[in-house]
């Protein structure tokens, strides 16, 4: 009888924890939905598990979707009714909604023990038949050098697509190559590519697919007949006034070491094993100073000290000014002078509240850097998305004080002083 008991007990515990579970995850859907209706995803990131999927991408390419797909879904998402729900070592739930003129759809939700979006089958969406395959090719010299525009607080570059000028944009917050959709079609130059969308039950729901290219080079790094991630940044367009034909993510170049001269505004790409040399060959009279970085997915983190604390900081090469996480404000505004109120305009058009103001001192590897423009935003959008744990950004005011080398394979970064 008590072995009975005993067990009657267990099921029952456990049929309550997995109730408690299935009311935390139909939580997220609707802020899924919720996301969709104010066409932004921040709501959704800290709830993503690491190997989150959408349309049959897997992690950092996932997330770099998602935002683009949600902001581009032009409908409002209505009546939201739960149709079933299964149990196995996942938690799947499967919801009907009405989404604007394509009628109602269905869309199903895999959750992972955490509680964690693992899948998101939205309309459902059909997993691309063409997928992104993109294989860089490295140059064959040992370094060689770029120069580039600063565009407010992004740097552009001339690059070859299917044998035409482009400007790009580089990128290293994006993780991979990225094409820019808008362009698609539009220019008698660019017959050569073609794009395969993302669709839903009802037709395209986004310019967010894949996209052919025949050739590719940039400095002599190139790609030949590759299928690349494209999405509509035509939004980046008009908030940097400038028109540019993709992104130059992480995977383009995270086989050398790039060395940044923003007096010279010249990028140069080196082979690690040339690095030595370059930089005896170029530069024998400055002192180098090393400080090891930590790679955190596709983001290059070091150390900075600040009064005697250490912050954890991301290197962003087009950053204007450095950016704190807004947490941090009232801690270290005794480090600043004439913090005051300001707005930033984002890459998504959106306006936010940031502090602005100059940084006494911060200290990496040694190095001491004064009176740097820093600004103090909500970065928790970062930290959720990639599953990071960074206090900041650090750019332009820190990079731009000296010669400065990002060495991705070797896990290091060097000032020339």
């Known amino acids: 009888m008590k072995r009975i008991v005993t067990i009657v007990i267990f099921l029952v515990l456990n049929n309550i924890a997995f109730s408690q579970e299935s009311a935390e995850c139909e939580k997220i859907v609707f802020q899924t939905y919720e996301a969709i209706n104010r066409k932004s995803a921040e709501p959704l990131m800290n709830h993503l598990s690491p190997d989150f999927t959408i349309a049959g991408y897997t992690g950092e390419v996932a997330l770099l979707i998602l935002p683009q797909l949600f902001d581009q879904l032009n409908m409002k998402v209505t009546n939201i009714k739960k149709v079933s729900e299964v149990k196995t070592d996942v938690l799947t739930l499967v919801y009907e909604a009405e989404f604007g003129e394509m009628g109602v759809k269905q869309s199903t939700f895999i959750f992972n023990e955490k509680n964690q979006l693992k899948e998101l089958g939205l309309l459902p969406m059909e997993v691309m038949a063409t997928k992104a395959d993109a294989q860089v090719t490295q140059s064959e010299k040992a370094f060689f050098s770029i120069p580039f525009k600063r565009i407010g607080n992004l740097i552009s570059v001339q690059t070859k697509l299917n044998g035409v000028s482009r400007t790009f ?158 947490k941090l404000k009232d801690e270290l ?48 959008h970062l930290n959720e998305g990639y599953n990071l744990k960074l206090d900041g950004l650090i750019g332009y005011d820190i990079l731009s004080e000296q010669p400065t080398l990002i060495s991705y394979v070797n896990k290091k970064i060097v000032f020339l002083k």
């Open 169 to 326: 944009l580089i990128d290293n917050g994006a993780p991979v190559f990225v094409l820019n959709s808008a362009h698609l079609g539009k220019d008698s130059t660019d017959n050569k590519l073609t794009l395969s969308n993302t669709k839903g039950a009802g037709g395209t729901i986004s310019n967010v697919g894949v996209a052919k290219i025949e050739s590719f080079d940039f400095g002599g790094i190139s790609m030949d007949t590759q299928n690349v991630i494209s999405m509509d940044l035509s939004h980046l367009e008009k908030a940097t006034k400038t028109t540019f034909y993709g992104l130059l993510g992480y995977d383009v170049y995270k086989e050398y070491d790039l060395f940044f001269d923003y007096k010279k505004n010249t990028i140069t790409f080196i082979k690690p094993e040339a690095t030595k040399d370059f930089l005896e060959s170029n530069f024998k009279s400055k002192r180098q100073v090393e400080v090891p970085i930590e790679m955190e997915g596709h983001i290059a983190v070091v150390k900075g000290v600040i009064n005697g604390k250490e912050y954890m900081f991301g290197i962003d090469c087009g950053a204007e000014s450095s950016l704190f996480d807004i």
């Open 333 to 380: 505004k005794p480090n600043f002078r004439k913090l005051k109120k300001d707005k930033m305009g984002g890459a998504d058009l959106n306006v936010v509240d940031i502090y602005t103001g100059k940084l006494d001192s911060m200290v990496i590897g040694g190095v001491e850097f004064k009176k740097t423009q820093t600004a103090f935003s909500d970065i928790s």
